[in-house]
């Protein structure tokens, strides 16, 4: 973690400077002011300086090394639970199918949407009730 806030400073201070570089270069080029980049780029500056903070905070707090950090740490030091996961499940595919009807629907008209909502919930629920009943219980 601490190489990802000693980044995110690093780029925080490219953007604080660019933020003070771009709208004076611009409008000495172009003898007007560039709105877009002017406003946007102090933005991207404030995100990577939230970023950042948040992190450093969390590292200040924590106290922790991160596997990514130790020099000695091996590939499956970070590894995590990823969760459980139905490999045999046709669900994620109806589920999937149903959202891109109601996609559609946005597009063609609101019932195909309003019929696509009423299938998403029955796909995702049979989605997350599937592991806890018949042959596939645990």
Do not use: C, H
Not at 85 to 99: D, L
């Amino acid at each position: 973690m601490k190489t990802n806030v000693v980044l995110y400073a690093i780029l925080s201070v490219f953007f604080l400077a660019f933020s003070i570089i771009y709208p004076v270069w611009v409008s000495n080029v172009q003898g007007e002011l560039e709105w877009v980049g002017a406003i946007a780029l102090p933005f991207t500056l404030a995100m990577y300086l939230l970023l950042g903070g948040f992190l450093f905070l969390n590292l200040r707090r924590q106290g922790g090394i991160l596997p990514e950090d130790r020099l000695d740490a091996d590939i499956d030091d970070g590894d995590t639970e990823m969760g459980y996961y139905s490999p045999w499940s046709w669900w994620p595919f109806f589920a999937g199918a149903v959202g891109g009807i109601v996609m559609l629907g946005m597009a063609v008209g609101i019932w195909l949407a309003l019929f696509g909502i009423g299938a998403v919930v029955i796909t995702f629920l049979g989605w997350f009730y599937e592991p806890v009943r018949g042959n596939f219980r645990r």
